[in-house]
């Protein structure tokens, strides 16, 4: 993290990106298919932006749902109305409305929220981004009119070989921004879809004249899209949401190919149901993120898992017990001496940089209205006694208890 913002979202690009690159690189072969086979390369974008919604109903996701209807009705336009000269009246109407309405739509859905798609939420945001998008088209067209002075910034073709007005390049200029903004801040897949989407749609507009733009382009967004909803329905079934560890599915996955040689350690949040009768469940899922943060940083080659509820695994591959012990030591260690502020939410900061400014002072004082959690650890590893990786869970479970029953805050191996 660094300004509040996580770099890693970036990683989510290069492979939507792809897409479009081999649309770029491909669209010159499209001349070479029969009329047939174009055809039917046609249908692909539709067979596409269904998948998308098919899958967007599965899991919920009112963003992906919307995605793929905008696209799908911004490929339906594109066939049925731009396939003429821009000079023609209603074309250029059609041409003019979506220049406004994709990037308009295209940063609600940015700054929408994801809240599932039955339930009234769902049913509003639907209407009012799909609403915004037809206001936007139908007040595109008459923006010249009203801004008579500055007709240069609406006129088509401001430059050679680029037919998207300037107004209109701005407005995706915007919409790229913000998309930029909020995966940095957010850093899901699903933004990673909108933002290779809204280029893809800038692409076609701009370059409107190129053959087979259109169809090669609209593919790629639908292979982004279809690309990231997979991503975000295999983080849903592989990674805790809480604390954005992996999960236990994961972590059985991993034991099945582990070699002859590791080691197990399990982690347990200590008097942790103490802890939330007494601060509540916020403050106890803020617990867990932080053991969770700690652990994820464990040195020696190990992963971290949440194995469920307060309970963590770390799975050192190729590793001896005692190869283990200082990274388990140093995790346990930086987890004790953290100290959580306790704050009243009527006092919590309402802008981020006051809220960190806040911390770095705090963290040179000890105040009162302070808590600390502790973490007691269990670790084993295989051997001629313990074969089977739920051999290993089982010592590493025993010694767990062996360093509650001990006292806990320690390590027992």
């Not at 004249?209 to 329905?233: E, K, P, V, Y």
């Not at 502790?374 to 010592?395: C, F, K, M, N, Q």
Request: charged letters at 20%; proline letters at 4%.
């Amino acid at each position: 993290m660094i300004l509040g913002l996580n770099w890693t979202g970036l990683l989510r690009l290069p492979a939507p990106l792809l897409f479009l690159a081999m649309a770029l690189w491909l669209r010159p072969q499209l001349a070479q298919l029969d009329s047939d086979m174009l055809s039917l390369l046609g249908y692909l974008p539709w067979l596409l932006a269904v998948l998308t919604a098919i899958l967007a109903w599965q899991f919920n996701g009112v963003r992906y749902l919307l995605l793929a209807a905008i696209t799908a009705l911004a490929y339906g336009l594109v066939q049925q109305r731009l396939q003429v000269s821009l000079d023609n009246p209603a074309a250029y109407e059609v041409f003019t409305g979506l220049s406004y309405a994709l990037p308009t739509t295209c940063i609600a859905l940015l700054l929408l929220p994801e809240r599932g798609i039955v339930n009234g939420y769902g049913l509003t945001a639907l209407a009012t981004v799909l609403g915004l998008g037809l206001l936007c088209g139908a007040l595109g067209p008459l923006l010249p009119q009203w801004f008579p002075q500055q007709t240069q910034w609406f006129a088509l073709r401001p430059v050679d070989s680029f037919i998207l007005p300037r107004a209109s390049t701005a407005l995706f200029m915007v919409a790229a921004g913000a998309g930029l903004g909020v995966l940095l801040k957010r850093n899901t897949a699903c933004e990673a879809a909108i933002l290779c989407t809204l280029l893809a749609m800038f692409l076609i507009l701009g370059l409107l004249h190129l053959d087979h733009i259109s169809i090669s382009l609209f593919i790629a967004a639908g292979c982004a899209q279809l690309f990231s909803i997979m991503r975000s329905s295999h983080a849903m079934a592989y990674c805790d949401e809480l604390t954005g560890l992996l999960g236990r599915r994961a972590l059985n996955e991993r034991l099945k190919g582990l070699g002859r040689r590791y080691c197990l350690a399990m982690l347990d949040v200590d008097h942790f149901k103490k802890f939330n009768d007494k601060y509540g469940h916020d403050l106890g899922d803020q617990a867990l993120k932080l053991v969770a943060s700690r652990i994820s940083k464990v040195r020696g080659g190990g992963t971290a898992f949440r194995y469920g509820g307060e309970e963590f695994c770390v799975v050192f591959p190729r590793k001896t017990a005692s190869e283990c012990v200082e990274p388990l030591e140093a995790v346990r260690e930086a987890i004790a001496d953290y100290r959580m502020v306790l704050r009243n939410p009527g006092q919590r900061p309402l802008r981020q940089r006051q809220g960190t400014r806040r911390r770095e002072h705090m963290a040179t004082r000890t105040p009162a209205n302070t808590v600390a959690v502790t973490i007691s650890l269990g670790l084993a590893e295989r051997d001629e006694e313990h074969i089977t990786p739920e051999d290993v869970i089982r010592a590493a479970d025993a010694q767990l208890y062996r360093a509650k029953r001990a006292g806990r805050n320690r390590l027992k191996y």
